[in-house]
């Protein structure tokens, strides 16, 4: 931490005392320079975190806050250590429902990390249109096949969920997977590609290649890494799009199996992963295969999960497991990911068949409230901070209910996200002057 002129006095000390006090005082000074470098710098990183946006004036300030915030000390000490030093990669694993799949709140949410910590790349992408449903526009998926797909919300299907909640599969060698990136405001482009894949010996090999075919780099099923269902690739030139092109080199490769993909640059930074599926419950992710266990290749610091809204819609008939369903899925993910923390979304005010009261989302959100405090977690009461009681009337009134009385408009999610990224760093934001004076 040293500078040059601080190092060139150090040399000329140790001439001067050439013995044991002298060295001990040339430690000393080279301390306090690291020292007062380290205040010189701190000033600026300690300062809070301005964050403003546009609101509707629907939301409860005070109520718009992160619940048992110090479980998240972890992460914000991640996160501070990350805009001193620049020094690593802080991986924020949502998941969710159709409010999550379509990416238009967390689109926001990851937009403003990106900005405030560092944007180290789109992170995990599913191939939700090769798998003939909604996907985000910041990305676009295709191929030149048709494959077999399956969501985790028809468990009895077919083919095995990991952890995009959406599998695709084809048997035809000459099967693509081509991914374009298509933020209008964020660079992704990318230079590292994990693939999350069935990874045995009777998977195709892929072949990564640009727009142009060059290859960029080759993933062998049969390569000696043991990390379950995930290989690596890298290379040296940004890209924006790839073609991971199925190859088979024996009689023995019969198919290609994929969950997903995580896309990043070499920056460090932020990735923040989305997994979400429309209708999704917690039941279906506890049911996922390979769900949890594919999750410890995101090396997540923290699960955000937004679920509960479809199970509010079952009101009367709430399932009376609901708690033992949070329990199961918290439970699950902490043992492959041991050192993550997590915070407990409550489901926002919906109406029921377009425009009924929805007395399912109170009973949903009062287990969740209580499942996380009993058990020491983070949680966002989203149904508070978004207004309370009878808010779906408001926001619809405002034109950010859709008309189905359960989705918000575009503008609707974007209001949502900012208000928890509003959330996260008034948590953020009281922890660094506590821990770092």
Same mark, same amino acid.
């Given at each position: 931490l040293a500078t040059t002129d601080t190092w060139r006095s150090m040399r000329r000390k140790n001439n001067e005392f050439r013995g044991f006090e002298g060295m001990r005082l040339a430690f000393v000074a080279i301390a306090l320079s690291g020292v007062l470098w380290l205040a010189a710098c701190s000033p600026a990183i300690a300062q809070p975190i301005e964050f403003k946006f546009q609101t509707y004036g629907l939301e409860v300030d005070e109520d718009n806050i992160i619940q048992n915030a110090w479980h998240l000390d972890p992460l914000f000490e991640k996160l501070y250590q990350l805009r001193l030093a620049n020094d690593r990669c802080v991986n924020i694993v949502h998941i969710g429902d159709s409010h999550i799949q379509a990416d238009y709140m967390t689109s926001i949410i990851r937009r403003q990390f990106h900005r405030d910590f560092g944007n180290a790349g789109r992170g995990l992408i599913v191939p939700l249109r090769v798998a003939r449903t909604n996907e985000p526009n910041n990305f676009k998926t295709a191929s030149n096949v048709t494959w077999k797909s399956k969501r985790c919300v028809f468990p009895d299907q077919p083919l095995p969920i990991g952890v995009g909640g959406v599998t695709i599969e084809s048997d035809d060698p000459a099967a693509n997977l081509e991914i374009f990136m298509n933020d209008l405001w964020l660079d992704y482009s990318f230079n590292s590609l994990a693939l999350f894949y069935q990874k045995d010996a009777s998977s195709f090999d892929f072949s990564v290649r640009d727009l142009q075919g060059r290859e960029l780099a080759f993933i062998s099923a049969q390569d000696n890494d043991s990390s379950r269902d995930i290989s690596t690739a890298s290379w040296s030139e940004l890209v924006n799009a790839v073609n991971i092109q199925s190859v088979k080199t024996n009689e023995s490769q019969t198919k290609?199996?994929?969950?997903?993909?995580?896309?990043?640059?070499?920056?460090?930074?932020?990735?923040?992963?989305?997994? +979400?599926?429309? +209708?999704?419950?917690?039941?279906?992710?506890?049911?996922?295969?390979?769900?949890?266990?594919?999750?410890?290749?995101?090396?997540a610091d923290v699960f955000i999960i937004s679920l509960g809204t479809n199970e509010s819609i079952d009101y009367p008939n709430v399932d009376r497991t609901f708690t033992n369903q949070v329990d199961a899925l918290v439970r699950s993910l902490k043992s492959y990911n041991p050192k993550a923390v997590f915070i407990l979304v409550t489901p926002q005010d919906v109406f029921r068949r377009k425009n009924r009261p929805n007395p399912g989302i109170r009973n949903v959100r009062d287990q969740i409230i209580r499942y996380a405090v009993e058990n020491g977690l983070a949680f966002y009461d989203l149904y508070r901070a978004m207004g309370g009681e009878d808010s779906a009337k408001r926001w619809s009134e405002n034109s950010l209910l859709r008309p189905d009385g359960v989705h918000l408009t575009k503008e609707g999610y974007e209001y949502q996200g900012n208000l928890f990224y509003q959330a996260l760093i008034k948590g953020y934001n009281s922890y660094v002057p506590d821990r770092h004076p």
């Open positions: 290609a199996l994929v969950y997903g993909a995580v896309l990043r640059n070499s920056n460090n930074g932020v990735l923040y992963h989305t997994i +979400g599926v429309n +209708g999704a419950k917690y039941k279906h992710y506890n049911e996922a295969k390979h769900f949890a266990s594919q999750t410890a290749g995101l090396k």
